[in-house]
């Protein structure tokens, strides 16, 4: 049981951010530090270094990491092969018959597992888990082999309807092992119990995939912090929010994709609870991409059907976040029809945008925010005026516009873009953006954010204390949480009420023995349970939370009905509804944490006074004070237009904006509409 310091950090594609916070008095120490590629743990220990921090004295370290992440989209996979059901090797290839373009006649697919290392074998269970066709055994021992020969580091074993009977699965585990020479060893039924065969598949394959990459990372990062005087677990972020121990991360590795979104979620949750928002649209802009996400009555919204790019289905639990390509770096074009395009491709940290001074020659996003005045000349040198006159060549001079005018239509096409993927994030799940407030952190985001709730009606901005590092912030407040599916798939008067609810207990207890297998203080421990179901003959699914794991038949029917009802506003009474997943979320939750220190309480001035004025584009030059945040009283009261400034972010605040700030030093915007 802990109470010592806790050290949060993340992993991001330029950065490496740390956190450390004293839970007994609120202390907080902060590091930034540029991330060290492809081996991310020498940023890490760099971090800690700059810090200033003592490894004998910190009590627990979360790491959020792009380890997985990157490995899948850049695909700089390990290895891998597939022992499959005969006749089915070519599932992940088939897919769902969608197409990389929907409007194109051509694309280009690429399986995660290519054709020669997925191998067959006879054996066949039906849709109910009877045996079809025994396992051969003798074929799965020559199927290993003949994948160890070809230097597969990792296996997945992928048998049709394993979810209804993982027997053969089992036994074809059993015997693999006999053979192979390490650990990774993936049965898709225990890492996804649902039916549909093909998401099931490419969801072992890529846990497959990236377990070796992520076993090697982590075992030399706990062990390097070892050696400097860690002496206790090293916990990793997962996408759905919790953490798991770098000890059994590896066997899942799958579900550390998304691991860096899923921590500044976290963070929203939890600094929106003490400002009293429970209602939080998050927008995180960084470098490359925006991601956004819907907080609705303090809960992180997650969901088991993310693809994280084309036939890239990942049917594990994860924070529900969508990415839109504009960032920071993100370039501005004409195209071939005269139009301006901004993003997604991106100019990147290097040679990063025009005004970084780095060889970039493309304008992007970044030096339109410089040209408009948003961010201080006088910081890029000479590459202020490098980025104007790139600005006018590729741009302005095309278009017929001055240079503020081509930077203002850069930022307004970027703010559109954004704000199509909040309004998509929050009506696709049934939500007015008016309701919500806007949470803006990332390095850029509290750049865009009052524009953006302007073009929303989003009538209020929270700004956190720290936005660049909020990612770290979430891994030191994140909860542990283990979530558990599995598949019934019968309508629901045939289904036996007694394995719903004994399934349900098994699930509650098996979460409840993994968070108690780990070394943290916790406060409470509880369940969370809900069924995914749908009326016969439909295709999509409803996610149904239920109050308890003892439902009845009547009260299943009854509260799907309702909230079937609720989303899509009709009732079909005559319909059968059928029970396809039973779904459960352990989660320990930890002692909340004292934020208030993130900005120091020493550096904070009795009344806001401005440290420069300059001149910012808003529809017009118009003369601007800027402020230093660390001086902002926590009596804050001020008026835009206001630049606010400080370590790791700029602020821009609209005129006829009204500012203030709540005892934890979080910003808050009032954005008036017509």
């Keep these: 049981m802990m109470a010592g310091l806790v050290a949060g950090i993340d992993v991001g594609g330029t950065f490496t951010d740390l956190v450390i916070v004293d839970p007994a008095t609120g202390a907080v120490r902060l590091a930034k530090v540029p991330t060290t590629l492809p081996n991310q743990a020498p940023g890490v220990l760099t971090a800690l ?16 990491t792009t380890t997985t992440t990157n490995a899948v989209l850049e695909r700089r996979l390990a290895k891998t092969g597939l022992i499959t059901t005969m006749g089915f090797r070519d599932v992940l290839e088939l897919g769902r018959r969608t197409r990389p373009n929907a409007y194109g006649m051509h694309g280009r697919f690429v399986p995660v597992i290519p054709r020669d290392l997925r191998l067959e074998v006879p054996e066949r269970m039906d849709a109910r888990g009877t045996i079809l066709t025994p396992l051969d055994e003798a074929a799965v021992r020559k199927a290993a082999l003949r994948l160890r020969e070809v230097g597969c580091e990792s296996v997945v074993i992928h048998f049709l309807h394993a979810y209804a009977n993982p027997a053969h699965e089992r036994r074809a585990a059993e015997i693999v092992a006999e053979v192979w020479p390490n650990q990774h060893i993936t049965m898709g039924h225990a890492l996804l119990s649902e039916s549909r065969e093909y998401e099931r598949g ?15 990372y982590v075992t030399r990062l706990a062990d390097q912090l070892a050696a400097r005087g860690y002496a206790h677990d090293l916990l990793v972020m997962n996408g759905n929010g919790g953490m798991v121990s770098a000890r059994s991360v590896s066997k899942e590795a799958v579900k550390t994709v998304m691991s860096g979104p899923a921590s500044g ?20 802009m960084g470098g490359t991409s925006t991601d956004v996400a819907m907080i609705r009555n303090g809960r992180a919204p997650v969901s088991n059907e993310i693809e994280v790019e084309y036939a890239m289905p990942i049917h594990v639990p994860m924070v529900d976040v969508r990415t839109v390509g504009a960032g920071g770096g993100s370039i501005a074009r004409i195209d071939a029809g005269g139009m301006l395009r901004v993003g997604p491709e991106s100019a990147g940290s290097t040679p990063g945008p025009v005004c970084y001074g780095r060889g970039g020659t493309q304008v992007t996003i970044s030096d339109a925010n410089l040209l408009l005045g948003r961010l201080p000349a006088a910081r890029f040198g000479q590459a202020a005026e490098a980025a104007r006159q790139a600005m006018a060549d590729q741009i302005a001079t095309p278009l017929g516009l001055s240079v503020e005018q081509a930077a203002e239509a850069v930022v307004r096409i970027a703010n559109i ?21 806007l949470f803006a952190f990332g390095g850029a985001g509290p750049l865009h954010a009052v524009a953006l709730a302007r ?11 720290r936005p660049g590092i909020t990612n770290a ?17 019968r309508p629901l008067d045939a289904v036996d009420i007694d394995t719903v609810q004994a399934v349900f207990a098994e699930q509650d207890a098996e979460g409840r023995r993994l968070i108690g297998a780990e070394s943290i203080r916790l406060q409470s421990v ?3 349970f809900s069924a995914d179901m749908q009326f016969v003959g439909q295709t999509h699914l409803l996610r149904v939370a239920l109050p308890h794991g003892k439902p009845s038949r009547a009260e299943l029917q009854r509260l799907f009905e309702a909230a079937y009802h609720h989303r899509f506003r009709v009732e079909l009474p005559t319909i059968k509804a059928n029970l396809v997943n039973l779904n459960v979320s352990v989660i320990g939750e930890r002692p909340e944490m004292d934020l208030s220190a993130l900005i120091e309480p020493e550096g904070r001035r009795a009344v806001a006074e401005p440290v420069s004025v300059r001149q910012v584009w808003f529809d017009g030059w118009v003369e601007t004070p800027v402020y230093w945040r660390d001086h902002l009283p926590l009596s804050l009261s001020l008026t835009g237009p206001a630049i606010i400034e400080q370590m790791d972010t700029t602020i821009v605040i609209d005129p006829g904006c009204q500012v203030t700030s709540d005892t934890d030093g979080n910003l808050i915007v009032q ?3 017509a």
């Design 417 to 437: 873009h954004m704000a199509g993927a909040i309004r998509m994030v929050s009506i696709s799940m049934g939500a007015d953006p008016r309701d919500f407030a």
């Design 671 to 673: 954005v008036p509409h």
């Design 265 to 284: 979620v976290m963070a929203a949750v939890a600094t929106g609870r003490r400002a009293g928002m429970t209602n939080l649209l998050t927008y995180d």
């Design 455 to 465: 073009e929303l009606a989003v009538p209020t901005v929270l700004i956190p204390a």
């Design 473 to 489: 912030l979430g891994c030191v407040v994140a909860d542990l949480r283990q979530d558990f599916v599995r598949t019934l798939n």
């Design 526 to 528: 509880r369940a969370e």
């Design 202 to 216: 490419v969801t072992a394959a890529v846990n497959a995939s990236v377990q070796p990459l992520l076993d090697r």
């Design 49 to 64: 270094e700059e810090a200033g921090a003592d490894l004998a004295d910190i009590d627990l370290i979360v790491h959020g």
